[in-house]
């Protein structure tokens, strides 16, 4: 029994369940967050312009629909228009730590959830830095939830990591 134990014992660690669908959906995350980072970049000018556009119309909708398009929407795509340089280098930076995380996750190293970690907060620092605290007058609060989701997700995974 001895040498059976030792055998279980030098097995490799294979990758969970776990691991396997959250790198997988980080991968669609990160190419969706570089298609909205690089469109936002070239196109947020001219959404600035529709949404100015949109104003008129928005007298006679719900008041939900004009809160969520209110001045500080407004503002945030401003401000947001004014840093974009800044802001798409950091979401590149992000985004790359994110997939390298995730492919040194798959690899079960305990340092790819560090890098991960770091990616997917750095965007929010930055908006926070770039734009100020009027992000949390906004719908982008709502957004916070899957970043949310995926680190507790991905901290219970980290016991499968080396």
Same mark, same amino acid.
């Given at each position: 029994?001895?040498?059976?134990?030792?055998?279980?014992?030098?097995?490799?660690? !294979?990758?969970?369940?776990?691991?396997?669908? $959250?790198? &997988?959906?980080?991968? @669609?995350?990160?190419?969706?967050?570089? =298609?909205? %980072?690089?469109?936002?970049?070239?196109?947020?000018?001219?959404?600035?312009?529709?949404?100015?556009?949109?104003?008129?119309?928005?007298?006679?909708?719900?008041?939900?629909?004009?809160?969520?398009?209110?001045?500080?929407?407004?503002?945030?795509?401003? !401000?947001?228009?004014?840093?974009?340089?800044? $802001?798409? &280098?950091?979401?590149? @930076?992000?985004?790359?730590?994110?997939? =390298?995380? %995730?492919?040194?996750?798959?690899?079960?190293?305990?340092?790819?959830?560090?890098?991960?970690?770091?990616?997917?907060?750095?965007?929010?620092?930055?908006?926070?830095?770039?734009?100020?605290?009027?992000?949390?007058?906004?719908?982008?609060?709502?957004?916070?939830?899957?970043?949310?989701?995926?680190? $507790?997700?991905?901290?219970?995974?980290?016991?499968?990591?080396?």
């Amino acid at each position: 029994m001895e040498l059976n134990d030792q055998l279980v014992a030098n097995e490799p660690k !294979k990758m969970t369940l776990g691991i396997n669908i $959250l790198t &997988i959906l980080t991968f @669609i995350g990160s190419a969706w967050e570089l =298609y909205s %980072a690089v469109s936002s970049y070239f196109t947020g000018s001219k959404a600035l312009e529709e949404f100015d556009k949109a104003q008129e119309k928005l007298s006679t909708a719900p008041a939900f629909v004009r809160k969520l398009a209110g001045p500080e929407a407004r503002e945030l795509m401003a !401000k947001s228009i004014e840093n974009k340089v800044p $802001l798409l &280098i950091i979401s590149l @930076i992000a985004i790359s730590l994110c997939v =390298y995380g %995730a492919i040194e996750m798959r690899k079960l190293k305990k340092q790819g959830y560090a890098l991960w970690l770091i990616g997917e907060v750095l965007p929010y620092i930055a908006l926070f830095l770039f734009v100020g605290t009027v992000v949390l007058k906004t719908v982008v609060v709502y957004f916070m939830f899957f970043p949310l989701l995926f680190i $507790l997700l991905y901290t219970l995974q980290r016991k499968h990591l080396n």
